[in-house]
């Protein structure tokens, strides 16, 4: 053995001790289990954590207080000793009557906040009566073509009170500004309404792929709507910076906090060229992660986001106001891991990963339900998703402390893993010359896809075991209810669509799309007259094309 | 017999943008020595149906995660039917509820693949049925 001169630490020097001592006769007599251990991400796990594993980690500097910078152990001084996180269940189906009917039995049953699904017309930017619509409309998510949609979904929903999410991207500034008219007309005021809207326009050209304009114009929109909810409406979410998706795309958890938190660099560094304040917008930035099936490496992942936002808003942006470094965000159990063989099985996946988000201080929560990898959910399966939550928050005591995992020898040394792992990565997308440069040249979009065949591989070798598919596989004939999306649902979307151009001023309604048009075309802000357009009933399809016209089409690069 | 590696068009119909697994099965068919083309997102049974024409190949994988296979799926049968590819297999990838695997497959389909599935599973379904054929 060649003679080396490292300094071993009394930490380091207990572990060889013990090595030697107590684990080496041990393993001559019983090798382990398997050579190497790893995570969902396939990254290798070690046997012991030790204070050996920690010597560079300082307490006051690295991990502190919760309630203090850099936030590693959560935001709040208080954990969810003051406020439990959200119960926010993703829902959306049909028209917006029945999904209207689905928020109010969830709201009936304790849920705390609403989070809207689209269909994929909608997400696209078409109305229900597009040739592109057919066979999509209803299916994904509740259909939306046109603010008459909208007044339906919210029927007796108070907007001033409740908290609504918006999944939407693409044509986010389209919904919200339909969203602020159904609130003016509900007698809202601005200054009060809270909510978020998704509005992450980068991570669909990583990973989500629901598109329309090129990327540089989208940014843009983006920004319209910073700008315009800083002035109006402030104590909005403007955008939910996703992970969830990178992740559902095949990235690792490594991957997933690295590309999510550099996406919101990007949109803090062109708000910040767009001449907003840091300190005026960024703490309305909120963000959006995966909870998968790898237990520690999931709530390491949001630790280390959490240290990471801070030390950049701080550092990188000159941020001075606390909330601006306090990173805010929902968590949503992993979709991709559910599995259609033995679907209950689901019910205690879902579970772990909730509980890995409420371990990580989630602000809010989503939890999958059972049939999710078969369809969209029925109402027994989204109830059970509910309580599955309410038994964490009220049954197991894991709320009653504050970063109960704070401390670990494991769970610390992995959160700084994932810190360094994240830095790597800006390092490599800064070189670039930013997140928009990066996907611009496929960097993350491929980084995701070898990491989603690898993962692939591993489950096919078995290394990786997924119960009931690889492992403890039955036959199963016995088929389990699903929720059936009712194909007139198309139908009764364009007839109301129908009457609704039927009974609007037409000529509102093309002044308001032509002013439009002048505004993106200027480079002024969209928004105010976004909502005019809305509120002379022009319909989702007819704002886009406004918008197509002037900013074109976006084209992915070949595969 | 001249060795002609088996050609199969992956495709993703519909408005539906998660294609991860129309990469990994594209992929994993690429690994197993198969001629590979995808079509990218957003194609509309026309255009499927012509690329198939167009690249002759012995078979066409859609991934469609959007519950929109009913109307997607038998026109994308109907229309390489019309343009006399009769023999061209094709494969349904993706979210589909078991009812509806009968009614595809009596529409044409000739086999669907469920979350869960080895892409070995549809290698060796190509490999059997392709070469079954030559």
Redesign the interface.
């Given at each position: 053995m060649p003679e080396t001169k490292e300094i071993t630490s009394p930490e380091q020097a207990s572990v060889e001790r013990w090595e030697n001592e107590t684990l080496e006769p041990v393993l001559k007599k019983r090798p382990e289990r398997r050579r190497r251990f790893e995570t969902v991400s396939l990254d290798e796990v070690g046997r012991l954590y030790t204070p050996a594993d920690v010597e560079g980690i300082d307490f006051e500097r690295d991990t502190a207080f919760p309630g203090e910078f850099p936030y590693t152990r959560g935001i709040h001084p208080t954990g969810y000793r003051g406020k439990l996180w959200t119960m926010r269940q993703f829902a959306g189906f049909g028209t917006p009557e029945e999904t209207n009917a689905r928020f109010k039995y969830l709201m009936q049953q304790g849920q705390t906040g609403l989070s809207v699904a689209y269909d994929?017309?909608t997400?696209?930017g078409?109305d229900a009566d597009s040739p592109?619509?057919?066979?999509?409309v209803g299916?994904?998510g509740v259909a939306v073509s046109s603010l008459a949609d909208m007044e339906v979904l919210f029927d007796g929903i108070p907007l001033e009170e409740v908290t609504v999410s918006q999944t939407i991207n693409a044509p986010a500034s389209v919904l919200l500004a339909m969203y602020l008219v159904v609130a003016e007309k509900q007698g809202a005021d601005f200054r009060k309404i809270s909510g978020t809207l998704q509005n992450d326009i980068l991570k669909?050209y990583i990973a989500?792929?629901?598109?329309i304009y090129p990327i540089r114009p989208a940014m843009k929109l983006v920004i319209d709507t910073f700008e315009f909810c800083t002035r109006h409406v402030p104590k909005y979410n403007p955008i939910s910076v996703s992970g969830y998706h990178i992740r559902?795309?095949?990235s690792t958890a490594m991957q997933e906090l690295a590309f999510t938190l550099r996406d919101g660099i990007e949109y803090v560094q062109w708000g910040v060229d767009a001449g907003l304040d840091v300190d005026e917008f960024v703490p309305r930035i909120s963000f959006f992660f995966n909870a998968h099936n790898d237990f520690f490496e999931e709530i390491a992942k949001y630790r280390a986001a959490r240290r990471i936002w801070a030390r950049v808003m701080r550092d990188r942006f000159g941020a001075r106001d606390p909330r601006t470094m306090q990173l805010r965000f929902h968590t949503q159990t992993a979709g991709?891991s559910l599995?259609?063989?033995q679907p209950l099985n689901n019910i205690i996946r879902v579970a772990v990963q909730a509980l890995a988000g409420v371990l990580g201080g989630t602000q809010s929560l989503h939890t999958d339900a059972y049939d999710e990898?078969?369809?969209?959910p029925t109402d027994k399966a989204a109830l059970i998703a509910l309580r599955t939550q309410q038994i964490i928050a009220e049954e197991t005591g894991v709320a009653n402390t504050v970063d109960p995992l704070g401390g670990s020898y494991f769970v610390e040394s992995l959160t700084k893993k994932m810190e360094d792992g994240a830095l790597d990565y800006f390092e490599k997308i800064d070189a670039m010359g930013g997140m928009v440069e990066a996907i611009e040249k496929g960097f993350p979009q491929r980084e995701i896809?070898e990491s989603?065949?690898q993962y692939?591989k591993s489950?096919?070798r078995g290394d990786q075991t997924?119960v009931?598919?690889?492992k403890y596989v039955m036959d199963e004939s016995d088929?389990m209810p699903?929720l059936?999306?009712n194909?007139g649902v198309r139908d009764q979307q364009v007839e109301r669509l129908e009457r609704a151009k039927a009974r609007r001023d037409a000529g509102a309604v093309s002044n308001a799309l032509e002013k439009l048009k002048r505004a993106a075309a200027a480079g002024d802000n969209t928004m105010p007259a976004t909502i005019e357009a809305v509120r002379a009933y022009a319909t989702l399809g007819e704002v886009c094309d406004a918008l197509r016209d002037v900013y074109g089409l976006y084209e992915?690069p070949?595969? | 017999m001249a060795e002609r590696k088996i050609r199969v068009l992956v495709a993703k119909p519909?408005?539906?943008?998660?294609?991860?697994g129309a990469?990994?099965i594209?992929?994993?068919l690429r690994d197993a020595g198969m001629e590979v083309i995808?079509t990218?997102?957003r194609q509309t049974p026309e255009m499927i149906a012509a690329a198939a024409l167009q690249e002759d190949v012995d078979a066409v994988g859609v991934s469609i995660l959007?519950?929109?296979h009913?109307?997607?799926c038998p026109r994308i049968v109907q229309l390489l039917r019309e343009r006399g590819m009769d023999d061209c297999l094709v494969l349904v990838g993706g979210?589909i509820?078991?009812?509806d695997i009968t009614r595809l497959k009596e529409q044409g389909v000739s086999e669907v693949f469920?979350?869960?599935t080895?892409?070995?599973d549809i290698v060796r379904f190509l490999r059997e049925r392709v070469g079954a054929r030559a």
């Amino acid at each position: 053995m060649p003679e080396t001169k490292e300094i071993t630490s009394p930490e380091q020097a207990s572990v060889e001790r013990w090595e030697n001592e107590t684990l080496e006769p041990v393993l001559k007599k019983r090798p382990e289990r398997r050579r190497r251990f790893e995570t969902v991400s396939l990254d290798e796990v070690g046997r012991l954590y030790t204070p050996a594993d920690v010597e560079g980690i300082d307490f006051e500097r690295d991990t502190a207080f919760p309630g203090e910078f850099p936030y590693t152990r959560g935001i709040h001084p208080t954990g969810y000793r003051g406020k439990l996180w959200t119960m926010r269940q993703f829902a959306g189906f049909g028209t917006p009557e029945e999904t209207n009917a689905r928020f109010k039995y969830l709201m009936q049953q304790g849920q705390t906040g609403l989070s809207v699904a689209y269909d994929l017309p909608t997400l696209m930017g078409y109305d229900a009566d597009s040739p592109l619509s057919e066979g999509e409309v209803g299916k994904c998510g509740v259909a939306v073509s046109s603010l008459a949609d909208m007044e339906v979904l919210f029927d007796g929903i108070p907007l001033e009170e409740v908290t609504v999410s918006q999944t939407i991207n693409a044509p986010a500034s389209v919904l919200l500004a339909m969203y602020l008219v159904v609130a003016e007309k509900q007698g809202a005021d601005f200054r009060k309404i809270s909510g978020t809207l998704q509005n992450d326009i980068l991570k669909e050209y990583i990973a989500q792929k629901e598109w329309i304009y090129p990327i540089r114009p989208a940014m843009k929109l983006v920004i319209d709507t910073f700008e315009f909810c800083t002035r109006h409406v402030p104590k909005y979410n403007p955008i939910s910076v996703s992970g969830y998706h990178i992740r559902e795309a095949g990235s690792t958890a490594m991957q997933e906090l690295a590309f999510t938190l550099r996406d919101g660099i990007e949109y803090v560094q062109w708000g910040v060229d767009a001449g907003l304040d840091v300190d005026e917008f960024v703490p309305r930035i909120s963000f959006f992660f995966n909870a998968h099936n790898d237990f520690f490496e999931e709530i390491a992942k949001y630790r280390a986001a959490r240290r990471i936002w801070a030390r950049v808003m701080r550092d990188r942006f000159g941020a001075r106001d606390p909330r601006t470094m306090q990173l805010r965000f929902h968590t949503q159990t992993a979709g991709v891991s559910l599995t259609v063989q033995q679907p209950l099985n689901n019910i205690i996946r879902v579970a772990v990963q909730a509980l890995a988000g409420v371990l990580g201080g989630t602000q809010s929560l989503h939890t999958d339900a059972y049939d999710e990898a078969l369809a969209l959910p029925t109402d027994k399966a989204a109830l059970i998703a509910l309580r599955t939550q309410q038994i964490i928050a009220e049954e197991t005591g894991v709320a009653n402390t504050v970063d109960p995992l704070g401390g670990s020898y494991f769970v610390e040394s992995l959160t700084k893993k994932m810190e360094d792992g994240a830095l790597d990565y800006f390092e490599k997308i800064d070189a670039m010359g930013g997140m928009v440069e990066a996907i611009e040249k496929g960097f993350p979009q491929r980084e995701i896809q070898e990491s989603a065949y690898q993962y692939q591989k591993s489950v096919e070798r078995g290394d990786q075991t997924i119960v009931g598919v690889n492992k403890y596989v039955m036959d199963e004939s016995d088929g389990m209810p699903i929720l059936i999306i009712n194909e007139g649902v198309r139908d009764q979307q364009v007839e109301r669509l129908e009457r609704a151009k039927a009974r609007r001023d037409a000529g509102a309604v093309s002044n308001a799309l032509e002013k439009l048009k002048r505004a993106a075309a200027a480079g002024d802000n969209t928004m105010p007259a976004t909502i005019e357009a809305v509120r002379a009933y022009a319909t989702l399809g007819e704002v886009c094309d406004a918008l197509r016209d002037v900013y074109g089409l976006y084209e992915e690069p070949a595969f | 017999m001249a060795e002609r590696k088996i050609r199969v068009l992956v495709a993703k119909p519909g408005l539906d943008g998660h294609d991860r697994g129309a990469k990994v099965i594209a992929r994993a068919l690429r690994d197993a020595g198969m001629e590979v083309i995808y079509t990218g997102l957003r194609q509309t049974p026309e255009m499927i149906a012509a690329a198939a024409l167009q690249e002759d190949v012995d078979a066409v994988g859609v991934s469609i995660l959007s519950g929109a296979h009913n109307t997607l799926c038998p026109r994308i049968v109907q229309l390489l039917r019309e343009r006399g590819m009769d023999d061209c297999l094709v494969l349904v990838g993706g979210i589909i509820p078991q009812e509806d695997i009968t009614r595809l497959k009596e529409q044409g389909v000739s086999e669907v693949f469920l979350p869960g599935t080895s892409t070995e599973d549809i290698v060796r379904f190509l490999r059997e049925r392709v070469g079954a054929r030559a």
